[in-house]
């Protein structure tokens, strides 16, 4: 019986240390992105909109990679660092939550969805 119970164990250990090692990505909502934001002005923020979302406005500081682009996530592995925090953000929420599980694939372990994206900061912002 304890040879099943270490078993089993053993098991449970391995198999949260893989989940660790693939990360997950978590969503925010704007406000507590704003409130990370204020205080912590060397996050890495990504912007994943097209040139002409970024072109009318975008996010302090943000890295802009746009998402449509063929070689996004290995341009973002490059640019980013991937022990680091990376919020990400779209025009709505809807790309950035595609591009944070790329980036998971890509092996970043903290990856951060901005939830209603640009839009919602400006609203903030004005």
Known sequence: MKQLILLFLAFSLSSC??????????????????EIYDTKPEIQVLDVRTPQEWE???????IFDN?????FSEKSAKTLDKKQPVYVYCRSGGRSVKASKMLIEKGFTNVINVEGGYLAWEKLEN
């Open 17 to 34: 240390q893989q989940q660790q090692k693939q990360g997950v990505y978590t969503s925010i909502t704007i406000d507590a992105f704003k």
């Open 67 to 71: 998402f449509y682009d063929e070689n």
């Open 56 to 62: 009318n406005g975008y996010i302090q500081g943000a």
